[in-house]
């Protein structure tokens, strides 16, 4: 058994949408860049949502607003890994290993604001990834290009099949996965037919922005083939 579980701590709310997606690639590729655990993600609210992709708008309930209102969401957000697998010895004793880890995305957020006369003199902000993602993200990193990330932000769907692939692709192994199976891992809550439909959409976005991008779908499994990564190997 392999099972990850996404949960809201105390009466938060569980980030949805690309925003959330888009975010976790931005800090995940900037600490992989840097190689330290705290993340500048900017001056201003109008440097980070514009450097995720986003058009900067201040008016109440624009992308200013839900950018950061993610970002609250993300915060208050904890993953739950459980591994677990079970053996047979020759003289019939079972062994069981289990394997659980509880984790933040980041434990730390700081902002800081100088204001004089109404105006705002300075500000910064940053977040600091908790230890257990940031040493997966430096052990286990996926070659994402943030500027595919940002053209496919209107489909969340198409973010999370471009990730996906770029991951399982990483293998240098064919990988077949069932549709079935496929939903289980995205948020999806509709039926397997319509799932397949939005499928298909999604990855012709996908290898728009990624022609090399070698997966396909064929009755009710996604194919994968050894792909050439989307970023060029350093």
Same mark, same amino acid.
């Given at each position: ?6 949960? #809201?701590? &105390?009466? #938060?709310?569980?980030?949805?949408? %690309? ?17 330290? @655990?705290?993340? %500048?993600? &900017? @001056? ?6 514009? +450097?995720? &992709? ?47 880890? %509880? ?16 105006? $705002?003199?300075?500000?910064? #902000?940053? $977040? ?6 940031? +040493? ?8 994402? @290009? ?11 769907? #198409?973010?999370?099949? /471009? $990730? =996906?692939? %770029?991951? @399982?692709? +990483? ?8 549709? &079935?199976?496929?939903?289980?891992? =995205?948020?999806?809550? /509709?039926?397997?037919?319509? =799932?397949?439909?939005?499928? +298909? ?34």
């Amino acid at each position: 058994n392999n099972t990850m579980t996404i949960s #809201a701590i &105390g009466d #938060a709310q569980l980030p949805h949408g %690309s925003i959330p997606r888009i975010i976790v690639c931005f800090l995940s590729t900037e600490s992989k860049i840097t190689g330290e @655990r705290t993340v %500048s993600i &900017g @001056r201003t609210i109008y440097d980070f949502v514009k +450097n995720i &992709g986003y058009l900067p708008s201040y008016i109440k309930n624009g992308t200013n607003e839900q950018v950061m209102e993610q970002l609250e969401k993300l915060y208050r957000t904890e993953f739950s890994h459980d591994y677990s697998e079970s053996r047979y010895l020759d003289d019939g004793t079972k062994e069981t290993y289990r394997h659980q880890k %509880s984790f933040k995305i980041f434990d730390e957020k700081l902002s800081f604001e100088s204001v004089k006369n109404n105006l $705002v003199q300075q500000q910064k #902000a940053s $977040v600091t990834l908790s230890e257990t993602f940031f +040493n997966e993200i430096q052990e286990h990193s996926v070659p994402l @290009r943030l500027d595919i990330l940002k053209s496919l932000k209107r489909s969340p769907l #198409a973010l999370d099949l /471009y $990730v =996906f692939i %770029s991951y @399982r692709s +990483n293998t240098g192994r064919v990988i077949g996965i069932k549709l &079935g199976e496929l939903m289980n891992q =995205f948020p999806i809550d /509709y039926e397997k037919w319509r =799932f397949k439909q939005r499928l +298909n959409s999604a990855l012709k976005l996908v290898k728009a922005k990624w022609p090399e991008c070698n997966a396909l779908i064929k009755e009710d499994t996604l194919i994968i083939h050894k792909t050439t990564p989307s970023i060029a190997a350093k």
